[in-house]
């Protein structure tokens, strides 16, 4: 789940907990990286259909990781990436940030409003991985270096909610011209440049259309 959780502590800001992006891009986001996650340790696999590229499970034997267990229980054994996403943005994200919670990357801070409840914060406790994985990204997109499956992987997503400008202090064409490169490379091969080119659009394309019907309701 390195993926996800280095995504989640990127979008999210170390001083006040609040996220970096808007509230229909951060869940869609953490959910492909979780979709991401299970194609990349080969539970699930993408097919081209005739119409469509299919997300179809492979091994639905526990992981070990409550997430991605959580994941292979709820989704089919075959649908299209961009519906896996949709199915899973509501659920991953409170079981990731008590992941963080419990292991000393971040603190919770709850929150209300005339007595209702809101969203908890989620500001940093220990900012050592979220630094690490900002060095990353920094070496990778602005100066250059060639990255691993997991930098590429954690590339394409940041690209898919348009973040990089909000992590990383370079301007940023130059930083949307890199992603851009980084998430249609092939660093590990052919098929693990599909999957990350695929969730990427998908994420973006979910992310899209939630902020679409979010600003017509």
Same mark, same amino acid.
């Given at each position: 789940m390195? *993926?996800?959780?280095d995504?989640?502590?990127?979008? #999210? +800001?170390?001083a006040?907990?609040?996220?970096?992006?808007?509230? *229909?891009?951060?869940? !869609?986001?953490?959910a492909?990286? %979780?979709?991401?996650?299970? %194609?990349?340790?080969?539970?699930?696999?993408?097919?081209?259909?005739?119409?469509?590229?299919?997300?179809?499970?492979?091994?639905?034997?526990?992981?070990?990781?409550?997430?991605?267990?959580?994941?292979?229980? !709820?989704?089919?054994?075959?649908?299209?990436?961009?519906?896996?996403?949709?199915?899973?943005?509501?659920?991953? !994200?409170?079981?990731?940030?008590?992941?963080?919670? #419990?292991?000393?990357?971040?603190?919770?801070?709850?929150?209300?409003?005339? @007595?209702?409840?809101?969203s908890?914060?989620?500001?940093?406790? +220990?900012?050592? !991985?979220?630094?690490?994985?900002?060095?990353?990204?920094?070496?990778v =997109? %602005?100066?250059? %270096?060639?990255?691993? *499956?997991? +930098?590429?992987?954690?590339?394409? =997503?940041v690209?898919?909610?348009?973040?990089?400008?909000?992590?990383?202090?370079?301007?940023?064409?130059?930083?949307?011209?890199?992603?851009?490169?980084?998430?249609?490379?092939?660093?590990?091969?052919?098929?693990?440049?599909?999957?990350?080119?695929?969730i990427?659009?998908?994420?973006?394309?979910?992310?899209?259309?939630?902020?679409?019907?979010? @600003?017509?309701t």
């Amino acid at each position: 789940m390195r *993926t996800a959780e280095d995504l989640a502590l990127l979008l #999210h +800001d170390p001083a006040t907990g609040a996220p970096l992006v808007d509230s *229909t891009a951060l869940p !869609r986001a953490l959910a492909g990286a %979780v979709v991401l996650q299970l %194609v990349l340790d080969r539970r699930a696999h993408l097919a081209e259909g005739r119409w469509r590229t299919h997300l179809v499970i492979d091994d639905r034997g526990p992981t070990g990781d409550h997430v991605l267990d959580l994941a292979l229980g !709820r989704l089919p054994d075959d649908l299209a990436p961009k519906s896996a996403i949709e199915k899973l943005h509501g659920r991953v !994200r409170d079981p990731l940030m008590a992941g963080l919670v #419990h292991d000393g990357s971040l603190r919770v801070e709850e929150r209300s409003f005339l @007595g209702i409840p809101r969203s908890p914060r989620y500001p940093a406790a +220990d900012t050592t !991985r979220r630094d690490a994985a900002i060095g990353r990204l920094w070496a990778v =997109l %602005v100066d250059g %270096v060639a990255p691993s *499956t997991d +930098d590429a992987a954690l590339v394409a =997503l940041v690209r898919a909610v348009k973040a990089e400008h909000k992590l990383l202090e370079a301007p940023r064409r130059d930083l949307r011209a890199r992603s851009k490169e980084v998430a249609e490379g092939e660093w590990a091969g052919e098929a693990v440049r599909k999957a990350i080119a695929d969730i990427h659009a998908a994420v973006a394309a979910t992310a899209a259309a939630g902020a679409a019907a979010a @600003g017509s309701t």
